[in-house]
């Protein structure tokens, strides 16, 4: 139950992001990236989280790249 919830509490920020210009998103996904990685001690909180931040990073570079190779 506590992972339904924080998806819907994810993707609500993820919708706020978007809202922003590319390069203050990827800031605030590497943020977001960084923040799951420093897992408790040695173990990582989320795994399946961190590949999908790092994808979403991805995808906010193809739209960067895109937007530099139209001008």
Request: net charge positive; charged share 35%.
């Amino acid at each position: 139950m506590a992972d339904k919830k924080t998806d819907k509490k994810a993707a609500k920020e993820a919708k706020v992001v978007s809202n922003l210009p590319l390069d203050e998103q990827l800031k605030a996904k590497q943020e977001e990236l960084l923040i799951a990685r420093q897992g408790l001690g040695t173990t990582l909180q989320n795994p399946h989280r961190i590949k999908a931040i790092k994808k979403e990073i991805a995808r906010i570079y193809t739209q960067i790249n895109a937007t530099k190779g139209d001008k």
